[in-house]
């Protein structure tokens, strides 16, 4: 079964960094677009990060714009999402999917926490 497993969440205070990565289980998703997206408690899962098949093009949500950096290396079938400048209210559960998304393929995500 194919799958998209998240990790690199954490707590951080405000203004830290932390990188996350999403590693699939197999090698097609070298062929697809895929973003990051993330859902705060009682809000929708929103789209924040999305990179094409190649990595030669990226774009981000206004919200996150010149903190987060997404990235992949297609040979490790792995994204990567680099977030600096932390928020309060970058604190969410992150995923990874394809983009546009797949109901198949939602993982546990991973948790990120931004705190003092």
């Known amino acids: 079964q194919v799958q998209l497993v998240e990790s690199g969440g954490g707590l951080v205070q405000p203004g830290g960094s932390l990188t996350l990565s999403c590693a699939a289980s197999?090698?097609?998703?070298?062929?697809?677009?895929m973003g990051w997206f993330r859902q705060a408690p009682g809000k929708e899962r929103d789209i924040v990060a999305g990179?094409?098949?190649?990595?030669?093009?990226?774009f981000y949500a206004n919200s996150v714009k010149g903190r987060f950096s997404i990235s992949r290396d297609n040979a490790k079938n792995t994204v990567y999402l680099r977030m600096d400048s932390l928020k309060p209210e970058d604190t969410a559960v992150y995923y990874c999917?394809?983009?546009?998304?797949?109901?198949?393929?939602w993982g546990q995500g991973t948790q990120v926490t931004v705190s003092s």
């Open positions: 990179i094409n098949w190649s990595g030669a093009r990226t």
């Open positions: 999917n394809t983009n546009p998304a797949e109901a198949r393929y």
């Open positions: 197999q090698r097609i998703f070298s062929n697809y677009d």
